[in-house]
C-alpha cells in the first residue's frame, strides 16, 4: 500500500425500488385536487410504495446482495460498509449491524463503517466516509460499499404524493470509471426546521413545504457558489452550466429539480450578467429575495430550458417513476443518467451532483466518467450491469389510491407493534427480494427471502 490511490470512485452500482406503485393522475382524483396538480404541477408520474412486507432492513438486505450476485464480488472483498438512512426501526441497533447476517457466513466481520443520518444527506456522507477510508491509512485494499436507502412516506395531505422509497448500493474503490473529483466538494449546513421526524413511533416527518423548498434553493446557491470558486481555483477556466454535461440533483419532485436549473442559470447570470441577452433587468435582484419570484423563476427557467432537456432531465427517470427515495435519490438519478445514454457517449463526461437533506445538509460534488469506453473497460461493465433498470420499471404492479392508501394505514398501524406478523402479500415481490415474515415480542425482526432470478428480471 503506501501510496496515495489513484481515481478513487464508483466500480458498480445497483438500484431497487419496490415492486408495486400506484399511478398519480388516479392518486389525483382519488385526492379530489385539481386534474394534474401532481402530475405537471409536481412532475410525479408513478409513486412505488411498499406494504407492510418491506423495511429498511430488507431493502438493504435485498441491494447488497442483488450488487455482489450481479457483479460476482465475493463478500471476503468489502472491508467498509456503510448505510446512509432516515428511516430508523432502531434507536440504537443499526442497519449495518442487520447486514453483518450476509457476511458473517462468509468468515466477513473485520469490517468497519455504520448508519449516518441527516434526512436525505445520509447517504453522501455515508459515500464521503468511504472515500476517505480508501485514501487514508486504514484503508486494507478491499472495496468500501455505501448503501443508501429510505421508505418515504407522509401523511395524508399536500405532501403524500410525494413519497417514494429504494436503495442504491455503490461499490468504491480506487481506478474506477466514476471518479469523485478532488479539491472541489462545495458544502452548506445549517440549523433548520423545515422537515423532521420528532415522533418517533411514526414514519411520517413533520414538513414545513415552503420552509423546505426555501431551504433547497438556498442550500443550492450556497454549494454551486463554493464549488464554482474552488474548481476555478484549480483550473483558469469559468465554472459555469456549460462546464458540465450533466447535472444530477436530490429530487424531491421533479419539477424543482427542473426549477433548480433555472435557479443555477440564475446564479451563472448573477456572476455574468453581460452573458446573458435580454435579462438585464434581474441585475440587482438578490438570490435571497427570490427563492418564490415568479419573474425570476420563470425568466431562468426558459433560459435554461434546453440546459434541463440536454443536462438534467435523462437522469430524472427514477425520480418521476418511483419519487423521492430520500437518501437514495440522489444516486437513483445517477443511474438514471448512466442508463439514458450510450456507453461511448457517457466516457469523459462531467456530473455535477447536488446532495441536500433537509435540516439541512447539503453539499455539491462532481464525478469525471473515464474516457474509455471500449467493450472490456470498467465503464462499459458499471453501465452493463444495469440493463435489468427499465424492465422491472415497467414490470411494477400498478395499484388503486384506494388499496396504496390501506397499506400505508397498516404500516402506521404495525410499524412499531411486537409481536406481529405481517400481512402483505408476497407473490408481487421481484425475485431475490427479502421480506418481513415476523417481529417477535422482543422486537427482533426475521426475514425470508424470494427465490432469485424466477426470471431474467432479478
Ligand atoms: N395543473 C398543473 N399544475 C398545478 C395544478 C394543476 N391542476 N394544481 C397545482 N399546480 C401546481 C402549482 O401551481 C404548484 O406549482 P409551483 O411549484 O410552480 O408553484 C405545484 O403544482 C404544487 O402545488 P402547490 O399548491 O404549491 O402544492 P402544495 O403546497 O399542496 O404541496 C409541496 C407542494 C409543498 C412540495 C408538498 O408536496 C410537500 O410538502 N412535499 C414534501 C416536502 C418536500 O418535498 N420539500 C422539498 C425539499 S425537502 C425534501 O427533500 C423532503
Redesign the pocket.
Known amino acids: 500500500m503506501g501510496s496515495w490511490p489513484d481515481n478513487v470512485g464508483i466500480v458498480a452500482v445497483e438500484l431497487i425500488f419496490p415492486s408495486m406503485y400506484v399511478d398519480q393522475t388516479e392518486l389525483e382524483s382519488y385526492d379530489g385536487?385539481?386534474?394534474?396538480?401532481y402530475t405537471?404541477?409536481?412532475g410525479q408520474d408513478r409513486m412505488g410504495f411498499c406494504s407492510d412486507r418491506e423495511d429498511i432492513n430488507s431493502l438493504c438486505l435485498t441491494v447488497v446482495q442483488r450488487l455482489m450476485e450481479r457483479n460476482n464480488i465475493k463478500y471476503t472483498e468489502i472491508g467498509r460498509l456503510e448505510v446512509g438512512t432516515e428511516t430508523i426501526v432502531d434507536k440504537s441497533k443499526s442497519v449495518k449491524s442487520v447486514l453483518m447476517q450476509l457476511f458473517e457466513p462468509h468468515g466477513v466481520t473485520d469490517i468497519e463503517g455504520i448508519d449516518t443520518t441527516n434526512?436525505?444527506y445520509g447517504g453522501t456522507a455515508a459515500l464521503f466516509n468511504a472515500i476517505s477510508w480508501v485514501e487514508s491509512s486504514a484503508w486494507n485494499g478491499r472495496y468500501a460499499l455505501v448503501i443508501a436507502a429510505d421508505i418515504?412516506v407522509?401523511a395524508q395531505g399536500?405532501?403524500r404524493?410525494?413519497g417514494g422509497a429504494g436503495a442504491v448500493a455503490m461499490l468504491i474503490a480506487p481506478n474506477a470509471p466514476l471518479v469523485f473529483d478532488r479539491h472541489v466538494r462545495g458544502t452548506y449546513m445549517k440549523h433548520a426546521y423545515?422537515?423532521y421526524k420528532p415522533d418517533l413511533a411514526s414514519e411520517y416527518?413533520l414538513?414545513d413545504?415552503?420552509l423546505?423548498?426555501q431551504?433547497?434553493l438556498s442550500a443550492l446557491d450556497n454549494c454551486y457558489q463554493s464549488y464554482c470558486k474552488k474548481a476555478e481555483s484549480l483550473g483558469k477556466n469559468a465554472v459555469n452550466l456549460s462546464s458540465f454535461d450533466a447535472i444530477v440533483f436530490?429530487s424531491?419532485?421533479c419539477?424543482?429539480v427542473q426549477?433548480s436549473v433555472g435557479r443555477l442559470a440564475f446564479n451563472d447570470f448573477k456572476r455574468s450578467p453581460d452573458d446573458y441577452l435580454g435579462l438585464e433587468k434581474f441585475k440587482d435582484s438578490k438570490l435571497e429575495e427570490t427563492y418564490f419570484d415568479r419573474d425570476v423563476?420563470k425568466a431562468f427557467m426558459v433560459n435554461s430550458q434546453e440546459v434541463f432537456e440536454n443536462k438534467t432531465k435523462p437522469s430524472l427517470l427514477a425520480a418521476n417513476q418511483v419519487g423521492?427515495m430520500?437518501t437514495a435519490?440522489l444516486y437513483g438519478g445517477l443511474v438514471s443518467l448512466l442508463i439514458s445514454k450510450d456507453v461511448a457517449a457517457l466516457a469523459g463526461n462531467k456530473i455535477a451532483l447536488f446532495s441536500?437533506?433537509?435540516g439541512l445538509a447539503s453539499t455539491m460534488f462532481s464525478i469525471t466518467v473515464s474516457p474509455d469506453a471500449g467493450e472490456n473497460s470498467p465503464l462499459n461493465k458499471l453501465v452493463s450491469k444495469l440493463s435489468h433498470i427499465k424492465p422491472m420499471l415497467a414490470a411494477r404492479k400498478c395499484v388503486s389510491p384506494e388499496k396504496f392508501t390501506a397499506m400505508l394505514s397498516l404500516r402506521e398501524k404495525n410499524g412499531h407493534k411486537a409481536p406481529f406478523e405481517p400481512e402483505g402479500d408476497i407473490d408481487h415481490l421481484f425475485p431475490g427480494t427479502y421480506y418481513l415474515t415476523k417481529v417477535d415480542e422482543m422486537h427482533r425482526r426475521y426475514y425470508g427471502r424470494i427465490p432469485a432470478a424466477l426470471n431474467g428480471s432479478a
Do not use: R, W
Request: with cysteine; aromatic share 16%.
Open positions: 385536487v385539481s386534474a394534474g396538480k405537471i404541477g409536481l434526512a436525505c418515504a407522509y399536500s405532501a404524493p410525494t423545515d422537515f416527518p414538513v413545504g415552503k423546505s423548498i431551504c433547497y436530490h424531491p419532485y419539477k424543482l426549477k423563476e423521492n430520500y435519490s441536500y437533506g433537509s
